[in-house]
């Protein structure tokens, strides 16, 4: 059974940093890319960043509204994908879930609560 | 940014009854390789997402057959047969095709 277990998140004031953890097992890891997407309180989804499998480079996507301030990475070894969230606004406050198994996004886990707020 | 517009906003159905959702995008969905990746989520009330279709029709494991994917190009729909208690949420269009990938704004299924 794939399982995809988000940790990490919580409640941080305006431009401190927060990093979240994706533990995944019941798959093969380091064969799929992974990506985070987001839902704001009422909102919508919303993609934030994905990243390839080593044999297709390894590279990442950033949503326009992260990018130069979140950093998608991966651990192979430990079924591990993080993501680095920086210079957080209020806007930023949201649901992330993680999710597997390519850019088409079949696996999703039960999502980690980042409140940016002062 | 390839903007996908869902419609309705909100679909009351009675249990038994069909439900249709349209989703349309801003450019064709068929990628270099002739795919069309055009994925359909279920967000039932207090839930994590669950994709119910992939690559415009095709159904996910254990997804019932009640529920079908259909379109091309620019235009697609998820059609539900007989609507279910348990079908109640918010459902979401999203391509794969172009960078960055987006959403549909989500269209909420409801008893009436």
């Known amino acids: 059974e794939v399982q995809l277990v988000e940790s990490g998140g919580g409640l941080v004031q305006p431009g401190r940093s927060l990093r979240l953890s994706c533990t995944a097992s019941?798959?093969?890891?380091?064969?799929?890319?992974m990506s985070w997407v987001r839902q704001a309180p009422g909102k919508g989804l919303e993609w934030v960043a994905y990243?390839?499998?080593?044999?297709?480079?390894?590279?990442?996507e950033y949503a326009a509204s992260v990018k130069g301030r979140f950093t998608i990475s991966r651990d192979d070894s430990k079924s591990i994908a993080y993501l680095q969230m920086n210079g957080l606004k209020t806007e930023d406050t949201a649901v992330y879930y993680c999710?597997?198994?390519?850019?088409?996004?079949?696996?999703w886990g039960q999502g980690t609560l980042v409140t940016v707020s002062s | 940014d390839v903007v996908m517009t869902q419609s309705p906003l909100s679909l009351p159905v009675t249990l038994g009854q069909p439900a249709s959702i349209s989703c349309r995008s801003s450019?064709?969905?068929?990628?270099?390789?002739?795919?069309?990746?055009l994925n359909w989520f279920q967000q039932r009330p207090g839930q994590s997402p669950r994709r119910l279709i992939y690559?415009?029709?095709k159904r996910d494991s254990g997804v019932p057959d009640r529920f079908s994917g259909s379109g091309s190009g620019t235009d697609f729909t998820l059609k539900i047969s007989r609507v279910e208690a348990e079908d109640v949420g918010v459902y979401y269009c999203?391509?794969?095709?172009?960078?960055?990938?987006?959403f549909g704004g989500g269209t909420k299924v409801e008893i009436k």
């Open positions: 999710t597997g198994g390519g850019i088409q996004t079949p696996y």
């Open positions: 019941g798959f093969t890891f380091g064969d799929y890319g």
């Open positions: 990243i390839r499998s080593k044999p297709y480079g390894g590279t990442a």
């Open positions: 450019q064709s969905l068929v990628y270099s390789d002739g795919n069309t990746y």
């Open positions: 690559k415009v029709s």
């Open positions: 999203m391509q794969g095709t172009h960078w960055p990938l987006t």
